[in-house]
Protein backbone atom coordinates (compact mmCIF):
# COMPACT_ATOMS: atom_id res chain seq x y z
CA UNK A 1 0.00 0.00 0.00
CA UNK A 2 1.26 3.68 -0.68
CA UNK A 3 1.68 5.42 2.12
CA UNK A 4 1.92 8.58 0.46
CA UNK A 5 0.23 9.90 -3.14
CA UNK A 6 0.21 13.36 -4.15
CA UNK A 7 -0.72 14.41 -6.93
CA UNK A 8 -0.44 17.83 -9.19
CA UNK A 9 0.46 19.55 -5.40
CA UNK A 10 1.09 23.13 -6.15
CA UNK A 11 2.09 25.71 -3.73
CA UNK A 12 1.88 29.68 -4.30
CA UNK A 13 2.82 32.68 -1.82
CA UNK A 14 1.57 35.60 -3.46
CA UNK A 15 2.81 35.86 -6.94
CA UNK A 16 5.67 33.19 -6.18
CA UNK A 17 5.08 29.60 -7.20
CA UNK A 18 6.77 27.60 -4.18
CA UNK A 19 5.69 23.89 -5.80
CA UNK A 20 4.66 23.74 -9.35
CA UNK A 21 2.58 20.51 -9.89
CA UNK A 22 4.15 17.78 -7.59
CA UNK A 23 3.24 14.27 -8.01
CA UNK A 24 4.75 11.51 -5.64
CA UNK A 25 4.18 7.96 -4.69
CA UNK A 26 5.82 6.34 -1.78
CA UNK A 27 5.12 3.47 -1.05
CA UNK A 28 4.70 1.85 2.38
CA UNK A 29 8.62 1.32 4.12
CA UNK A 30 9.87 3.49 1.51
CA UNK A 31 12.60 6.16 2.01
CA UNK A 32 12.60 8.95 -0.18
CA UNK A 33 15.57 11.82 -0.02
CA UNK A 34 14.19 15.23 -1.44
CA UNK A 35 17.47 17.09 -2.57
CA UNK A 36 17.47 20.79 -4.22
CA UNK A 37 19.37 23.90 -3.93
CA UNK A 38 18.38 26.25 -1.82
CA UNK A 39 15.15 27.93 -2.63
CA UNK A 40 13.74 24.51 -4.52
CA UNK A 41 11.24 24.31 -2.56
CA UNK A 42 12.05 20.84 -0.32
CA UNK A 43 10.90 23.03 2.84
CA UNK A 44 7.57 23.78 1.17
CA UNK A 45 6.87 20.06 -0.13
CA UNK A 46 7.79 18.92 3.34
CA UNK A 47 5.34 21.12 5.03
CA UNK A 48 2.64 19.61 2.84
CA UNK A 49 3.63 16.23 3.52
CA UNK A 50 3.24 17.06 7.05
CA UNK A 51 -0.27 18.79 7.03
CA UNK A 52 1.74 21.23 8.33
CA UNK A 53 0.72 24.01 5.22
CA UNK A 54 -2.41 23.34 3.11
CA UNK A 55 -1.15 23.23 -0.73
CA UNK A 56 -2.46 25.79 -2.77
CA UNK A 57 -3.90 23.19 -5.15
CA UNK A 58 -3.19 19.67 -5.71
CA UNK A 59 -4.37 16.46 -4.04
CA UNK A 60 -2.90 14.44 -1.43
CA UNK A 61 -3.29 11.30 0.48
CA UNK A 62 -1.81 9.58 3.24
CA UNK A 63 -2.30 6.50 4.41
CA UNK A 64 -5.26 6.17 1.75
CA UNK A 65 -7.14 8.86 3.47
CA UNK A 66 -7.22 12.76 2.42
CA UNK A 67 -4.51 14.38 4.37
CA UNK A 68 -6.36 17.93 5.19
CA UNK A 69 -9.57 16.65 6.08
CA UNK A 70 -7.98 14.08 8.46
CA UNK A 71 -5.14 15.81 9.89
CA UNK A 72 -5.84 15.90 13.06
CA UNK A 73 -6.47 11.92 13.19
CA UNK A 74 -3.33 11.55 10.53
CA UNK A 75 -0.94 13.33 12.52
CA UNK A 76 -0.68 10.56 15.47
CA UNK A 77 0.96 8.60 12.62
CA UNK A 78 2.94 11.23 11.30
CA UNK A 79 6.92 12.87 12.96
CA UNK A 80 7.57 15.81 11.56
CA UNK A 81 11.32 17.47 11.86
CA UNK A 82 11.27 20.82 10.63
CA UNK A 83 13.71 23.52 10.52
CA UNK A 84 13.21 24.87 13.86
CA UNK A 85 13.65 23.03 16.74
CA UNK A 86 10.25 24.01 18.47
CA UNK A 87 11.30 23.27 22.23
CA UNK A 88 10.37 24.87 25.35
CA UNK A 89 13.78 25.95 26.66
CA UNK A 90 13.10 26.55 30.48
CA UNK A 91 11.40 23.04 30.73
CA UNK A 92 14.04 20.11 30.68
CA UNK A 93 14.76 17.08 27.95
CA UNK A 94 12.29 14.80 29.86
CA UNK A 95 9.22 17.34 30.42
CA UNK A 96 9.65 18.48 27.22
CA UNK A 97 8.59 14.76 25.95
CA UNK A 98 6.41 14.60 28.77
CA UNK A 99 4.60 17.47 27.61
CA UNK A 100 4.13 16.45 23.87
CA UNK A 101 3.67 12.55 25.17
CA UNK A 102 0.18 13.98 26.71
CA UNK A 103 -0.72 16.02 23.40
CA UNK A 104 0.20 12.68 21.37
CA UNK A 105 -2.07 10.91 24.09
CA UNK A 106 1.10 8.61 23.71
CA UNK A 107 2.20 6.03 26.64
CA UNK A 108 4.95 7.86 28.88
CA UNK A 109 6.81 4.69 28.42
CA UNK A 110 7.60 5.97 24.74
CA UNK A 111 9.65 8.59 26.30
CA UNK A 112 12.19 6.40 27.50
CA UNK A 113 12.23 4.68 24.42
CA UNK A 114 12.69 7.85 22.49
CA UNK A 115 15.69 9.22 25.00
CA UNK A 116 17.36 5.96 24.83
CA UNK A 117 16.91 5.68 20.57
CA UNK A 118 18.14 9.37 20.24
CA UNK A 119 20.80 9.41 23.32
CA UNK A 120 19.93 11.54 25.65
CA UNK A 121 19.67 9.92 28.77
CA UNK A 122 22.66 11.77 29.69
CA UNK A 123 21.03 15.46 29.43
CA UNK A 124 17.56 14.10 30.35
CA UNK A 125 17.68 16.49 33.51
CA UNK A 126 19.05 19.48 31.76
CA UNK A 127 16.68 22.15 30.29
CA UNK A 128 16.47 22.25 26.50
CA UNK A 129 17.40 25.80 26.27
CA UNK A 130 21.04 24.64 27.82
CA UNK A 131 21.26 21.73 25.14
CA UNK A 132 24.05 22.23 21.83
CA UNK A 133 22.75 22.98 18.86
CA UNK A 134 23.21 18.70 17.96
CA UNK A 135 21.23 17.63 20.96
CA UNK A 136 18.60 20.25 20.43
CA UNK A 137 18.40 18.27 16.98
CA UNK A 138 18.21 15.19 18.74
CA UNK A 139 15.20 16.11 20.95
CA UNK A 140 13.43 17.40 17.81
CA UNK A 141 13.80 13.83 16.29
CA UNK A 142 12.89 12.55 20.02
CA UNK A 143 9.94 14.21 19.80
CA UNK A 144 9.31 13.19 16.16
CA UNK A 145 9.01 9.36 16.98
CA UNK A 146 7.69 9.54 20.54
CA UNK A 147 3.95 8.99 19.47
CA UNK A 148 5.94 6.02 17.16
CA UNK A 149 4.78 7.45 14.10
CA UNK A 150 4.52 5.47 10.89
CA UNK A 151 5.37 8.13 8.63
CA UNK A 152 8.65 10.43 9.32
CA UNK A 153 8.82 13.35 7.69
CA UNK A 154 12.49 15.14 8.15
CA UNK A 155 13.61 18.89 7.07
CA UNK A 156 17.65 18.25 7.14
CA UNK A 157 17.59 16.07 10.22
CA UNK A 158 21.06 15.98 9.39
CA UNK A 159 22.01 19.35 10.66
CA UNK A 160 24.06 20.02 13.55
CA UNK A 161 24.07 16.28 14.23
CA UNK A 162 27.54 14.72 15.10
CA UNK A 163 29.40 11.95 12.75
CA UNK A 164 26.81 9.08 14.53
CA UNK A 165 23.86 11.41 13.14
CA UNK A 166 23.32 8.97 9.88
CA UNK A 167 23.31 6.09 11.96
CA UNK A 168 21.10 7.47 15.08
CA UNK A 169 18.34 8.41 11.50
CA UNK A 170 19.04 4.80 10.05
CA UNK A 171 17.41 3.52 13.33
CA UNK A 172 15.00 5.85 13.51
CA UNK A 173 13.53 5.63 10.25
CA UNK A 174 13.60 1.61 10.89
CA UNK A 175 10.56 -0.09 9.76
CA UNK A 176 9.13 3.32 8.99
CA UNK A 177 8.13 5.55 5.67
CA UNK A 178 10.18 8.40 5.44
CA UNK A 179 10.75 11.15 3.38
CA UNK A 180 13.75 13.59 4.48
CA UNK A 181 14.89 16.94 2.58
CA UNK A 182 18.87 17.16 2.88
CA UNK A 183 21.81 18.68 0.67
CA UNK A 184 23.92 15.93 1.51
CA UNK A 185 24.04 13.12 -1.22
CA UNK A 186 25.81 10.52 0.53
CA UNK A 187 23.49 10.65 3.33
CA UNK A 188 19.98 10.13 0.76
CA UNK A 189 22.32 7.19 -0.84
CA UNK A 190 23.02 6.15 2.89
CA UNK A 191 19.48 6.06 4.13
CA UNK A 192 17.06 6.44 1.08
CA UNK A 193 16.12 4.00 -1.37
CA UNK A 194 14.96 6.88 -3.85
CA UNK A 195 15.89 10.67 -4.45
CA UNK A 196 13.39 13.05 -5.90
CA UNK A 197 15.26 16.19 -7.05
CA UNK A 198 13.39 20.07 -6.99
CA UNK A 199 14.55 22.74 -8.72
CA UNK A 200 12.43 25.84 -8.40
CA UNK A 201 9.72 24.21 -7.15
CA UNK A 202 9.72 21.28 -9.81
CA UNK A 203 10.33 18.14 -10.09
CA UNK A 204 13.48 17.32 -12.08
CA UNK A 205 12.85 13.56 -14.14
CA UNK A 206 10.98 11.01 -12.43
CA UNK A 207 11.97 10.09 -8.86
CA UNK A 208 15.50 7.94 -9.07
CA UNK A 209 16.05 5.01 -7.08
CA UNK A 210 19.17 4.94 -5.91
CA UNK A 211 21.52 1.92 -5.12
CA UNK A 212 20.45 0.84 -1.24
CA UNK A 213 23.82 0.76 0.89
CA UNK A 214 23.34 -2.31 3.31
CA UNK B 1 -7.82 12.55 23.40
CA UNK B 2 -8.73 14.11 26.49
CA UNK B 3 -9.14 17.44 25.86
CA UNK B 4 -8.82 18.67 29.63
CA UNK B 5 -6.08 16.64 30.29
CA UNK B 6 -4.33 18.20 27.08
CA UNK B 7 -5.66 21.96 28.39
CA UNK B 8 -4.13 21.48 31.59
CA UNK B 9 -0.88 20.25 30.40
CA UNK B 10 -0.42 23.18 27.79
CA UNK B 11 -1.60 25.57 31.13
CA UNK B 12 1.25 23.94 33.93
CA UNK B 13 3.49 23.84 30.72
CA UNK B 14 3.66 27.70 30.69
CA UNK B 15 3.08 28.58 34.42
CA UNK B 16 6.68 25.86 34.96
CA UNK B 17 7.86 28.00 32.18
CA UNK B 18 7.02 31.34 33.79
CA UNK B 19 8.20 30.43 37.37
CA UNK B 20 11.42 29.05 36.63
CA UNK B 21 12.28 32.00 33.81
CA UNK B 22 10.10 34.89 36.33
CA UNK B 23 10.00 36.61 33.11
CA UNK B 24 6.43 38.04 32.94
CA UNK B 25 4.63 38.37 35.92
CA UNK B 26 7.42 40.20 38.35
CA UNK B 27 7.58 42.74 35.83
CA UNK B 28 3.82 43.29 35.46
CA UNK B 29 3.58 43.70 39.07
CA UNK B 30 5.68 45.97 39.08
CA UNK B 31 4.10 47.71 36.09
CA UNK B 32 1.04 47.81 38.12
CA UNK B 33 2.43 49.35 41.03
CA UNK B 34 3.99 51.91 39.61
CA UNK B 35 0.81 52.55 37.84
CA UNK B 36 -0.78 52.94 41.13
CA UNK B 37 1.67 54.96 42.29
CA UNK B 38 1.54 57.41 39.39
CA UNK B 39 -2.41 57.91 39.75
CA UNK B 40 -1.79 58.49 43.60
CA UNK B 41 0.07 61.57 42.92
CA UNK B 42 -1.39 62.44 40.07
CA UNK B 43 -5.02 62.61 40.99
CA UNK B 44 -6.24 64.93 43.45
CA UNK B 45 -8.62 62.84 45.80
CA UNK B 46 -10.12 62.67 48.81
CA UNK B 47 -12.09 59.93 50.98
CA UNK B 48 -14.90 61.06 49.48
CA UNK B 49 -14.04 61.06 46.05
CA UNK B 50 -11.77 58.03 45.93
CA UNK B 51 -14.10 55.46 45.44
CA UNK B 52 -14.95 57.47 42.29
CA UNK B 53 -11.48 57.39 41.35
CA UNK B 54 -9.81 54.29 42.29
CA UNK B 55 -11.72 51.90 39.85
CA UNK B 56 -10.93 53.91 37.03
CA UNK B 57 -7.09 53.71 37.73
CA UNK B 58 -7.74 49.83 38.98
CA UNK B 59 -9.18 49.45 35.06
CA UNK B 60 -6.14 50.73 33.49
CA UNK B 61 -3.73 49.16 34.95
CA UNK B 62 -5.43 45.89 34.47
CA UNK B 63 -5.96 46.48 31.22
CA UNK B 64 -2.43 47.45 30.20
CA UNK B 65 -1.30 44.99 32.48
CA UNK B 66 -3.13 42.02 30.27
CA UNK B 67 -2.27 43.35 26.95
CA UNK B 68 1.21 42.50 28.07
CA UNK B 69 0.18 39.00 29.43
CA UNK B 70 -1.08 38.16 26.76
CA UNK B 71 0.41 39.36 23.93
CA UNK B 72 3.35 37.11 25.49
CA UNK B 73 1.31 34.04 25.92
CA UNK B 74 1.50 33.71 21.94
CA UNK B 75 4.14 35.77 20.74
CA UNK B 76 6.56 33.06 23.32
CA UNK B 77 5.23 30.49 20.90
CA UNK B 78 5.50 31.86 17.86
CA UNK B 79 9.43 32.83 18.24
CA UNK B 80 10.05 29.73 19.43
CA UNK B 81 8.26 27.80 17.00
CA UNK B 82 6.90 25.55 19.46
CA UNK B 83 2.91 26.56 18.42
CA UNK B 84 3.93 24.43 15.44
CA UNK B 85 4.94 21.92 17.52
CA UNK B 86 2.02 21.64 19.46
CA UNK B 87 -0.45 22.15 16.45
CA UNK B 88 1.35 19.09 14.64
CA UNK B 89 -0.27 16.72 17.44
CA UNK B 90 -3.79 15.07 17.24
CA UNK B 91 -4.62 17.63 20.40
CA UNK B 92 -7.64 20.11 19.66
CA UNK B 93 -6.84 23.53 19.08
CA UNK B 94 -9.20 24.86 21.03
CA UNK B 95 -7.95 22.57 23.94
CA UNK B 96 -4.12 24.17 23.27
CA UNK B 97 -6.21 27.46 23.75
CA UNK B 98 -7.95 27.13 26.73
CA UNK B 99 -4.42 26.28 28.15
CA UNK B 100 -2.85 29.30 26.91
CA UNK B 101 -5.80 31.50 28.21
CA UNK B 102 -5.84 29.90 31.34
CA UNK B 103 -2.36 30.00 31.93
CA UNK B 104 -2.19 33.65 31.19
CA UNK B 105 -5.42 34.31 33.47
CA UNK B 106 -3.64 33.16 36.46
CA UNK B 107 -0.58 35.10 35.70
CA UNK B 108 -3.07 38.49 35.49
CA UNK B 109 -4.53 36.80 38.82
CA UNK B 110 -1.31 36.34 40.39
CA UNK B 111 -0.55 40.12 39.90
CA UNK B 112 -4.03 41.77 41.14
CA UNK B 113 -3.14 39.96 43.96
CA UNK B 114 -0.45 42.97 44.15
CA UNK B 115 -2.58 45.24 42.60
CA UNK B 116 -5.75 45.14 44.79
CA UNK B 117 -4.00 45.35 48.31
CA UNK B 118 -1.93 48.36 46.54
CA UNK B 119 -5.06 49.95 45.12
CA UNK B 120 -6.35 49.95 48.92
CA UNK B 121 -3.00 51.04 50.47
CA UNK B 122 -2.59 54.05 47.92
CA UNK B 123 -6.61 55.25 47.36
CA UNK B 124 -7.65 53.91 51.10
CA UNK B 125 -10.84 52.26 49.72
CA UNK B 126 -12.48 48.80 50.73
CA UNK B 127 -11.30 45.96 48.33
CA UNK B 128 -14.43 43.53 49.44
CA UNK B 129 -15.16 40.04 48.25
CA UNK B 130 -17.54 41.61 45.72
CA UNK B 131 -14.42 43.54 43.91
CA UNK B 132 -12.38 40.57 43.90
CA UNK B 133 -14.65 39.13 42.33
CA UNK B 134 -15.53 41.44 39.53
CA UNK B 135 -11.89 41.52 39.06
CA UNK B 136 -11.66 37.83 38.26
CA UNK B 137 -14.49 37.80 36.80
CA UNK B 138 -14.18 40.41 34.29
CA UNK B 139 -10.18 38.53 33.96
CA UNK B 140 -11.56 35.70 32.73
CA UNK B 141 -13.43 37.13 29.67
CA UNK B 142 -10.15 39.22 28.72
CA UNK B 143 -8.10 36.54 28.82
CA UNK B 144 -10.35 34.55 26.39
CA UNK B 145 -10.92 37.66 24.05
CA UNK B 146 -6.83 38.68 25.00
CA UNK B 147 -5.43 35.40 24.09
CA UNK B 148 -7.58 34.55 20.97
CA UNK B 149 -6.40 37.96 19.57
CA UNK B 150 -2.76 37.66 20.45
CA UNK B 151 -2.96 34.31 18.83
CA UNK B 152 -4.10 35.99 15.82
CA UNK B 153 -1.35 38.84 15.49
CA UNK B 154 0.92 36.62 16.68
CA UNK B 155 2.15 35.81 13.27
CA UNK B 156 2.46 39.15 12.09
CA UNK B 157 5.22 41.77 12.88
CA UNK B 158 3.38 44.64 13.91
CA UNK B 159 1.55 42.46 16.56
CA UNK B 160 2.43 45.08 19.40
CA UNK B 161 0.40 47.86 17.82
CA UNK B 162 -2.14 45.24 16.58
CA UNK B 163 -3.47 43.17 19.24
CA UNK B 164 -4.19 46.57 21.34
CA UNK B 165 -6.24 47.97 18.64
CA UNK B 166 -8.22 44.59 17.73
CA UNK B 167 -8.85 43.92 21.72
CA UNK B 168 -9.29 47.13 23.77
CA UNK B 169 -12.68 47.93 21.50
CA UNK B 170 -13.90 44.36 22.36
CA UNK B 171 -12.60 44.97 26.60
CA UNK B 172 -14.88 47.67 26.74
CA UNK B 173 -18.20 45.88 27.82
CA UNK B 174 -15.72 43.77 30.73
CA UNK B 175 -14.53 47.19 31.59
CA UNK B 176 -18.02 49.11 31.88
CA UNK B 177 -19.89 46.16 33.68
CA UNK B 178 -16.50 45.75 35.72
CA UNK B 179 -16.33 49.03 36.67
CA UNK B 180 -19.23 49.21 37.69
CA UNK B 181 -19.47 46.53 39.68
CA UNK B 182 -16.37 47.45 41.56
CA UNK B 183 -17.62 51.39 41.36
CA UNK B 184 -20.77 50.57 43.41
CA UNK B 185 -18.93 48.05 45.46
CA UNK B 186 -16.36 50.65 46.75
CA UNK B 187 -19.70 52.99 47.96
CA UNK B 188 -20.99 50.17 49.89
CA UNK B 189 -23.49 49.49 47.07
CA UNK B 190 -24.79 46.16 45.86
CA UNK B 191 -23.85 44.93 42.59
CA UNK B 192 -26.01 41.97 41.25
CA UNK B 193 -26.83 43.43 38.11
CA UNK B 194 -23.53 44.22 36.83
CA UNK B 195 -21.73 40.89 38.43
CA UNK B 196 -24.73 39.36 36.85
CA UNK B 197 -23.60 41.51 33.23
CA UNK B 198 -20.03 39.81 33.64
CA UNK B 199 -20.85 36.41 34.26
CA UNK B 200 -23.09 36.53 30.92
CA UNK B 201 -19.94 37.86 28.80
CA UNK B 202 -17.87 35.26 30.28
CA UNK B 203 -19.91 32.44 28.96
CA UNK B 204 -20.39 34.38 25.13
CA UNK B 205 -16.87 35.02 25.11
CA UNK B 206 -16.07 31.32 25.94
CA UNK B 207 -18.32 30.01 23.66
CA UNK B 208 -16.91 32.50 20.59
CA UNK B 209 -13.25 32.09 21.61
CA UNK B 210 -13.41 28.28 21.61
CA UNK B 211 -15.22 27.73 18.45
CA UNK B 212 -12.94 30.58 16.73
CA UNK B 213 -9.76 29.23 18.23
CA UNK B 214 -9.56 26.64 15.48
CA UNK B 215 -9.52 29.13 12.92
CA UNK B 216 -7.38 31.23 14.56
CA UNK B 217 -4.51 28.65 15.81
CA UNK B 218 -4.63 26.69 12.18
CA UNK B 219 -2.90 27.80 8.46
Known sequence: MSAIVAGAITQRYGSELA??????????????????DNGAGKTTLLRVLATATRPTSGTLEIFGVD????????????GFVSHAPGHYPALTVTENLEFFCTLHGADRKRIAIAIGLTGLADVAARP???????????????????????????????????????ELLKQLMLGRTAVIATHDQALANRLCQRTLVLRRGRAVGVPTRLRVVH | MNSIAVAWAVARKDLTAEWRTRELVPALAQFIV??????????????????????GVLWMALVFAGLVA??????????????????????????????????????????????????????AVNISFGVVAAVLLATVGMALLGCLFAAMVARIRARELLLPLLTLPLWIPLVVAGGTAVQVEMGGGSNDQAMALLVDFDILFLVLTSLAARFVLED
Not at chain 1, 67 to 78: H, Q
Not at chain 2, 35 to 48: P, T
Open chain 2, 70 to 123: FGRAFAAEREQASLEAMLMTPAAPAAIFAGKATAAALMLIVCEAVMLPSLALFF
Open chain 1, 67 to 78: AWSERRRLRSRI
Open chain 1, 128 to 166: AGKLSRGMQQRLALARAVLHDPKLLILDEPDASLDAEGP
Open chain 1, 19 to 36: LDSIDLVVDGGEHLAVLG
Open chain 2, 34 to 55: LALVIANFGFQFDSQSAPSIAP
